[in-house]
């Protein structure tokens, strides 16, 4: 019989105790045995996923947001135990960009399917140990608005609430002075927002900012943008777009860059997100891990 764990997070935007009772039934029906288990710190998620695998599970699924999900994802590195997603966050850009369905009885139903893929993860060390992120690690602007969002407005207007930050972030976007480094090369740049990607889509499948960002070719891909105004913010941010389809490359206000270890350094500090959670300051080091995991999720 198949072994599975459910980690819910209560308060998660979109999850409830009775669609978690739901996506238990679903895997029950199947055969399965499942154990529930609810977070109520950060860090839950992670012990939570670590204790399965001891156990022998076969999946360890997450009722939650990215955050929750990489938390759990980071007891998973190494092993052969699979992670499923059960989009119930604020945004889950992981499963957009892996096209798991957002509601949760169709992705419960894709893990009982038992398609999987291997993936890359980013692995950061910090004072509390290493963190992982599957999306993207950014410094600047986009985390100050991540930063800056409140739980219950998340809970209240899912992706809308980051909206309502960064309206309120917009006009006081500037740039400062980054330094990078990518694989070992650096460069000194003005820019407002650095991310590092190992997805292409920051709002799946709408805005996609990088068409070689994939999660599973072994790199990173870096995006830098400049902008001391919200005009230059939509415009830098259009432009990214715009170079997806017709590939029209840098500008003095865009730069690309791609490796497999990347270093953000700012003067003065800058905050730093993993996957949408707020995570200290500069600098950071991001060091590709190719194939990290094995996640349910379509073929690509």
Known sequence: MAKALLIANPVAARTSPEVTETVRRIFRAAGWQIDVRETAAATDSRRFADEAVRSGVDVVAVFGGDGTT????AALVGTDVALGLVPGGTG???????????GP?????LILAGRSRRIDLGRIERESGPQYFAVACGAGADARIMGGTPVDSKRRFGIGGYFNTLFRVLPEVRSTRFTLTVDGERMAIQAAVVLILNCGELIPPLVRVRREAVPDDGFFDLIALAADTP??????????????????????YLWYARGQAITIDADPPEPVQFDGDPDGETPVTAVIQPGAIRIMAPER
């Open 231 to 252: 005009w230059e913010v939509v415009r830098g941010v259009w432009r990214a777009i715009q170079n997806v389809v017709v590939g029209t490359g840098e500008t003095r």
């Open 70 to 73: 990489m938390q759990a994802a």
């Open 92 to 102: 889950n850009i992981l499963a957009g960009n892996l096209r798991v369905p957002t």
């Open 105 to 109: 009885v169709q992705a419960a139903e």
